[in-house]
Nanobody, 129 residues
Framework: QVQLVESGGGLVQAGGSLRLSCAVS????????MGWFRQAPGKEREFVAA????????YYADSVKGRFTISRDNSKNTVYLQMNSLKPEDTAVYYCAGRYRSPNYSNTVFSTRESYDDWGQGTQVTVSS
């Protein structure tokens, strides 16, 4: 059974930092391209950041570029999202997502919801002004 479990959310003041984690089990983690998405109340789920299977390639939404960093540790089956200089508009439920393909596929990143097969349950991030 595939599981993606996020942790690390919480309440933080504007300008603060949080690090989200997503632990993956049930499948070979190194075959997953991973991404982070977020959904604020009344809004659609939007792309935040993505990392390739190897961790070499990353991609960010313009709204978080320079403030957020995505990384992964394949030895721990975990992907991270380091969030710095947080703003109230970053308040949302954050979801990790995985796209599972064999190593025959290209080692690239994906930014659309439809690209991903498996999703976590989400973790709340609230940034107060």
């Amino acid at each position: 059974q595939v599981q993606l479990v996020e942790s690390g959310g919480g309440l933080v003041q504007a300008g603060g930092s949080l690090r989200l984690s997503c632990a993956v089990s049930g499948r070979t983690f190194s075959w997953y391209a991973m991404g982070w998405f977020r959904q604020a109340p009344g809004k659609e789920r939007e792309f935040v950041a993505a990392v390739s299977r190897s961790g070499i390639n990353t991609y960010y939404a313009d709204s978080v570029k320079g403030r957020f960093t995505i990384s992964r540790d394949n030895s721990k089956n975990t992907v991270y999202l380091q969030m710095n200089s947080l703003k109230p508009e970053d308040t949302a439920v954050y979801y990790c997502a995985g796209r599972y393909r064999s190593p025959n596929y290209s080692n690239t990143v994906f930014s659309t919801r439809e690209s991903y097969d498996d999703w976590g349950q989400g973790t709340q991030v609230t940034v107060s002004s």
